[in-house]
């Protein structure tokens, strides 16, 4: 049983890969990667990995089922959050955007099939299941899109898609980090074509950002497009590929990037843990020695410091005497071997990569806080004006509703050619076109929304502060 709240147009494979963690394979179709047209946010875009890992599902079970249903929890799981929205507007919110995205399919035209400019979900609806009291979101997809499904459910040879990790997914930071992940995969096998500075920033979701075009545009798309997300990929332990990228340029500027992705050398890398495991002697510590600075006064020192201290902890100080380059090797040497003057120095560095991460990640929470104060304000002033809307039509005579929603039908009919008259899209567009004018032509309706929008603000603004407070403690006692 359920009760409808609010309408809006807005198989995985699993298996144990340790005791305490697990792969969530999604086979995605390669027209869904190379998409454009939608600057979607991190969360976003693990929400539609979740919406397509769920249509498969169900397509498994039933390849001609219309309608796909989730439920809002077992979506969130897609994501790698903590924080408890009980309401679940804000998350609402982020579904209502991706309704709302048009998006560009295949623009690498990878798969050679024909791919449309299309929604990435249609027809949402979100239901309350009275019983579990959970939200439930039912929704469609494009027939494109379900197609490349059913090809890869029916094992299709001409089928094209990426084995999508979401597990790995759920833990990136950086939405343009997803997006290279995803490119990565869908090109496991072959080269990723070299693309046009103009596909790489479609594919990005950056093409109409001010910052990323002009004299300074590529200055800030090394610094934080590739940069941050090739590093955290090349960082990430579970990922078993490296990415570097090289730029062409024409006339001074850059007119092509191509992505080139390398298997982690994993016999380089057991072969130098079987040298790290290998014994250090009196020799191995002298070789570690710059050579001009090796002498026997030097050796017998060493010799004799080998009594009192482990190998590896005299190597340490080597190394890092090694590094300050003094002019006095043997004083400076042993001046750190007598006060371990490497621990010191690897604590302070060690302490300053870790307030570098601190100082990052309460940027990130507090930028995240910001984003949640706007959206709180909007859905304030949406939910008002729906009031003002439904007043509206309340204070009218049937015939009269009915010329008005009939009038406003036609409109939106020419605004809106390619949506479904018959369509939830159709009844949102219908409502927010009135609205806007019953609320242009009435100053009351005006001097309403502009109160309930000052509400809305100063109430956003108090919980703003009040978490904001709560998250400089949490940092200040870390």
């Known amino acids: 049983m359920y009760l409808v709240l609010l309408i809006d147009k807005k198989g995985g494979i699993m298996v144990n890969k340790n005791l305490t963690e697990k792969v969530m394979l999604l086979e995605k179709p390669s027209g869904t990667i190379a998409i454009a047209g939608g600057d979607l946010d991190t969360r976003q875009r693990k929400f539609y990995n979740g919406f397509l890992l769920n249509a498969k599902k169900e397509l498994l079970k039933n390849p001609n089922v219309e309608r796909f249903t989730i439920s809002l929890n077992e979506l969130k799981k897609t994501l790698n959050i903590i924080e408890d929205d009980k309401n679940n507007t804000y998350y609402k919110k982020l579904i209502k955007e991706l309704y709302e995205v048009s998006i560009e399919y295949n623009v690498l035209k990878k798969d050679k099939e024909e791919y449309e400019i299309a929604h990435l979900l249609d027809n949402v609806r979100f239901e309350i299941n009275l019983e579990t009291k959970e939200t439930i979101i039912r929704y469609t997809i494009p027939i494109m899109i379900k197609k490349s499904l059913l090809k890869i459910l029916k094992g299709d040879p001409d089928s094209l898609y990426a084995r999508i990790d979401l597990v790995i997914i759920k833990g990136l930071k950086s939405k343009y980090s997803v997006i290279l992940y995803e490119l990565c995969k869908d090109y496991e096998k072959v080269e990723i074509p070299e693309m046009t500075i103009e596909q790489f ?31 955290e990929l090349n960082d990430n332990p579970d990922i078993d590929f490296k990415i570097d990228y090289k730029l062409r340029k024409s006339a001074n ?105 601190r100082k990052k990640e309460f940027e990130r929470r507090l930028k995240q806080l910001e984003e949640e104060r706007e959206t709180a304000i909007e859905i304030a002033i949406d939910n008002e004006k729906t009031r003002i809307y439904k007043e509206y039509l309340n204070l009218l005579e049937d015939e009269d509703k009915k010329e008005l929603l009939k009038k406003y039908l036609e409109k939106a009919k020419e605004l809106y050619p390619d949506v479904d008259e018959k369509s939830y899209e159709m009844e949102f567009k219908v409502e927010r076109l009135i609205v806007e004018d019953i609320i242009a032509e009435n100053k009351l309706f005006q001097m309403r929304l502009e109160k309930a929008k000052a509400k809305a603000e100063e109430r956003a603004q108090i919980l703003f502060e009040a978490e904001k407070k709560k998250l400089i403690r949490q940092f200040e006692q870390a």
Do not use: W
């Open 201 to 231: 920033k479609k594919i990005f979701g950056i093409e109409n950002k001010k910052s990323y075009n002009g004299s300074s545009g590529f200055i800030n798309i090394k610094q934080r497009i590739l940069y941050p997300s090739i590093k």
């Open 253 to 357: 500027k850059y007119t092509h990037i191509k992505f080139i992705v390398t298997p982690k050398k994993l016999k380089q890398i057991k072969q130098s843990e079987t040298e790290a495991e290998k014994p250090i002697n009196l020799n191995s510590l002298m070789l570690a020695i710059p050579e001009e600075h090796r002498t026997k006064q030097l050796e017998k020192y060493l010799a004799k410091c080998l009594e009192n201290h482990d190998a590896k902890y005299i190597l340490r100080q080597i190394e890092y005497t090694t590094q300050q380059k003094f002019k006095n090797f043997f004083a400076y040497l042993k001046k750190a071997i007598e006060e371990d003057y490497a621990n010191h120095y690897d604590n302070l560095e060690k302490e300053k990569q870790e307030q570098e991460i």
